[in-house]
């Protein structure tokens, strides 16, 4: 039998399904990111992020059959992601991740890796 999984402790599908709601309802009405997603295809994007954070934590697998491998910072490369851009995605994050009541050790595990994560898709760097 395998380890519990950090995806099943937190639990499961239900608390992805609600950070992704949460983050996405922040995000469509933000001017800075909101432009940047398909406009007609929200649902689309939700189940994108949720199901490749599912599968990140050791739920299923549904990303990659769906998508194949990630490849993430090449598939955000279409978009200008500078600094403000990434702190706009964080603070939704944040606000999305405060909303779900994980113990304070649950939360510095999954805000550690999206703050590791969102600094790591950053594709501009104006001071270049
Ligand atoms: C897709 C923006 C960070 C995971 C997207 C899309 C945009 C976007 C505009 C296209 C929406 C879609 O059609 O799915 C951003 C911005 C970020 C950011 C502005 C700020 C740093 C992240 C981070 C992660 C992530 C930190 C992972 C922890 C994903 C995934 C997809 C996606 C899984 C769907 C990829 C696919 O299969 O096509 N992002 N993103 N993003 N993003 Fe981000």
Redesign the pocket.
Known sequence: PSARTFYDEVGGAPTFTRLIAHFYAAVRTDPV?GP???QD?WQ??EV??R???EQ?WGGPTT?SQ???H?R?RM??A??A?GPV??D???TH?RAAVDSLGLTAEQDATLWG??EM??????NRFPDD
Do not use: K, N, V
Request: charged share 20%.
């Open positions: 990111i940047l997603y398909p295809d689309g994007a994108r992020l199901s490749f954070l990140y990303y769906q998508r194949g990630p993430l598939r955000h279409p978009f992601i851009e990434r706009a995605w964080l994050m890796y999206l994560a969102a600094r790591s898709m950053q």
